[in-house]
């Protein structure tokens, strides 16, 4: 069963070497929590510009349903929420919109084709259409 599991994966997921997840470091303050590193994970994740960065914004306000606001390199959002289920949507967000669904690397952007965004990746040339992007 192992070995069939094995040989079903695709020879490049094994070839390469994985992606790092960034991980969240956060708190609660009084009723909010704080996201102290969002600007280095947006960077990490090469999602540093404006439109990037309001699609993230408001898929985390979106999945915690509390309103959730950049101020300076942090995160705030308007709920109190354990580190753990930060790093949770962290790693729900990434897998969804950032990792490539052909090769699993980081290494994509959002391009728009006839009004359409979609998300192509450096790294295989894979141009993948993503729910919600
Ligand atoms: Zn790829």
Redesign the pocket.
Known sequence: MLDRLYLSLPKEALNKERFEMPRAESFVQGTKTIIKNFSPILKAINRDNEQSKRHFVKYLAKETASPANIEESQLILGGKFSDFQVNDLLKSYITQFVL?P??K?P??HVIEKQGVKILK?E????ISSVKGL
Do not use: F
């Not at 790294?123 to 894979?126: E, K």
């Open positions: 490539c052909v090769c690397k290494d994509t990746c790294a295989c040339g894979a």
